[in-house]
Nanobody, 121 residues
């Protein structure tokens, strides 16, 4: 089984920063696309960021562009989401996803369980 395990979530004050990690195991992920999504209570799942692991291309949702950065550490099979200038509306469960050609397809094959991020005002 492919597993994606998120970590790094927590409680942070508005304007602060957090770095989320997604550790991938079970396969070699060098050819995978990796993505971050979030879902807040009462809201639909929202695209946050995505990257081609080896290609270096990155994409961001409009609400986080300029504040969040996605990156990978291939030797650790880990993808990161650096979140700066956090706002209360960023509060959500953040979920890591992976898949082949997922950016082009708009869908992912594997999903983590998520990590809670809470931003206080």
């Amino acid at each position: 089984q492919v597993q994606l395990v998120e970590s790094g979530g927590g409680l942070v004050q508005a304007g602060g920063s957090l770095r989320l990690s997604c550790a991938a195991s079970g396969r070699t992920f060098s050819r995978y696309d990796m993505g971050w999504f979030r879902q807040a209570p009462g809201k639909e799942r929202e695209f946050v960021a995505a990257t081609s692991w080896s290609g270096g291309s990155t994409y961001y949702g409009d609400s986080v562009k300029g504040r969040f950065t996605i990156s990978t550490a291939d030797a650790k099979n880990t993808v990161y989401l650096q979140m700066n200038s956090l706002r209360p509306e960023d509060t959500a469960v953040y979920v890591c996803a992976a898949g082949l050609a997922s950016i082009a397809k708009g869908s992912y094959d594997y999903w983590g369980q998520g990590t809670q991020v809470t931003v206080s005002s």
